[in-house]
């Protein structure tokens, strides 16, 4: 049986997933080690719509040579803090879910520990306000984080929103200007190997068969390769979130872009507004079994923060993931592999995620079940963890006033979130792990937002004198928002990126 190294491989779809998997390979694996192709039709339109990120992407950036300036204005992009949520734990609420942390620990302890016992003394102080991040969005301010932890200006970190019909092809610009080949046409059949059920190549509507070593499925929810060819199955997590339908619209944009992602709940979902620099892009996410399209579309059309710009998109999709990321020779990048609702913005890091596994064990034969085993553990942790900080947003919350919101109170959740839950519910404890994405100070935000406070603080937090607490408490919201007020505008950060950089 041979055991060739991989020497090509082929990506099959574009879009966001096909164009960073073509930078990233392009970039990242020795010069010569595989020739790199990637498949597209011009037939098949992108599903995105406007797309928020997490910090991550300045990681993948970096790895991948992109230059953050040309970036942003190569896709109208602006700055993302966090995100606002309003109306989630109850009509009228709302809470920011930033990047970075909330105060300092005060005498070695948890800040949001201290908070709670501020708290319990009758300062309904909102934990926000301990943030640079929450602080910096609320006053529309950016500048890049400072690199001296020290500084408040430390404490924060940021995203983009950016335009994904302009994404793509400008990783595409660089994809090919590294030796990535293109080539246009439609798949049309799959042809497997008849002893170890590989992928020996794809067909193109035209008659073209391409062969390769690897296979990267980047056809969307279609997943031609990794799910109809390989017969990869579906683990399907609707019963934990009902969102199954989105309807997408852009819009004017009405003023200067603000520097977060906004998600509003509505009856039967929730609505998005992704400021870009030219426009506004606006989203409703639903659940098909309380809410038809018609009035799907019309909640949305009603709640447009600007003018409408397009005829509103439909689209359909199921929460889950493929039982196995990469099966065979192939592996399932993007809407292929799997689909959780961009409630976190989480859609980009899954497939930036795949993307650096998949170069960190990069197989050595198209056999290789080694790396495949790892590959896959290590994507159904970040799929798992995921969607256990999504479904918390549903869980998590007083609202009763839907039949939608009725079963999201009384569903069960996986038994992962409800230890978390149980844990930060009864004394403020985040437990923590290693592998996959949210840190504690994300778990925190959210469950405070959504009203999870805790039954009782650390008891820890008693060897504190209680004045000496209000006065630190105090003069850190001083600090932080003097430090805020120093900053540009979010507006006057976004027209420096016509000038030269310094």
């Known amino acids: 049986m041979s055991q060739s190294p991989i020497r090509s491989v082929a990506i099959v779809g574009g879009g966001t997933a096909g164009w960073m998997a073509a930078v990233a390979l392009s970039h990242l694996l020795p010069k010569n080690a595989a020739r790199i192709r990637l498949i597209e039709s011009e037939e098949i339109g992108i599903v995105g719509v406007g797309e928020a990120t997490v910090p991550h992407i300045r990681n993948f950036n970096a790895t991948v040579g992109i230059d953050e300036r040309d970036f942003m204005r190569e896709t ?216 038809g399209a018609e009035q799907a579309a019309n909640v949305l059309l009603d709640n447009l923060p600007g003018k409408q710009l397009a005829e509103p998109r439909q689209f359909r999709f199921t929460a889950g993931r493929r039982a196995q990321s990469w099966a065979k020779n192939c592996i399932g990048v993007g809407l292929a592999g799997g689909f959780l609702e961009p409630l976190e913005s989480t859609s980009i890091y899954l497939i930036q995620i795949a993307v650096t596994h998949f170069v960190e064990l990069f197989p050595t034969h198209a056999r290789d079940s080694i790396n495949r085993a790892e590959f896959n553990r290590r994507m159904e942790i970040e799929y798992e963890r995921i969607r256990d900080f999504l479904i918390l947003h549903y869980k998590a919350t007083s609202r009763a006033d839907s039949e939608f919101w009725r079963y999201c109170q009384a569903m069960e959740v996986p038994d992962s979130l409800a230890y978390k839950m149980e844990q930060f519910t009864k004394r403020g404890y985040v437990v923590p792990y290693r592998e996959g994405m949210f840190y504690p100070p994300s778990w925190i935000a959210v469950c405070l937002g959504q009203g999870l406070i805790p039954e009782r603080y650390d008891p820890q937090i008693d060897r504190l004198d209680g004045k000496k607490l209000t006065e630190t408490a105090s003069a850190l919201r001083g600090l932080i928002d003097r430090a805020v007020d120093s900053l540009p505008s979010h507006a006057d950060f976004l027209a420096s990126l016509a000038a030269p950089a310094a």
């Open 76 to 291: 109208l992009a602006t700055i993302k803090l966090g995100i606002e949520f309003r109306n989630w734990n109850k009509i009228g609420d709302g809470y920011f879910h930033p990047f970075g942390y909330f105060g300092r620990p005060i005498g070695g302890l948890a800040f949001h520990q201290c908070w709670r016992r501020l708290r319990e003394g009758g300062d309904q102080t909102d934990i926000g306000a301990y943030s640079v991040g929450v602080t910096a969005a609320r006053k529309r301010k950016f500048a890049p984080p400072v690199s001296d932890p020290e500084s408040a200006l430390s404490s924060y970190s940021y995203a983009f929103q950016f335009d994904a019909n302009l994404y793509a092809p400008y990783l595409r610009r660089l994809a090919e200007g590294r030796g990535v080949l293109r080539t246009e046409g439609k798949v049309v059949s799959v042809e497997l190997g008849g002893e170890d059920g590989n992928i020996q190549s794809v067909t193109l509507a035209d008659g073209q068969r391409v062969e390769a070593d690897f296979f990267i499925d980047c056809t969307g929810f279609a997943s031609l390769l990794l799910g109809k060819a390989l017969k990869t199955g579906y683990e399907d997590w609707s019963r934990w979130l009902i969102c199954d339908r989105a309807v997408a619209v852009p819009s004017v944009l009405e003023g200067d872009p603000f520097p977060f992602t906004r998600v509003i709940a509505r009856g039967h979902g929730w609505q998005w507004q992704i400021p870009l620099q030219h426009r506004m892009g606006n989203g409703h996410v639903y659940s098909s079994q309380f809410l």
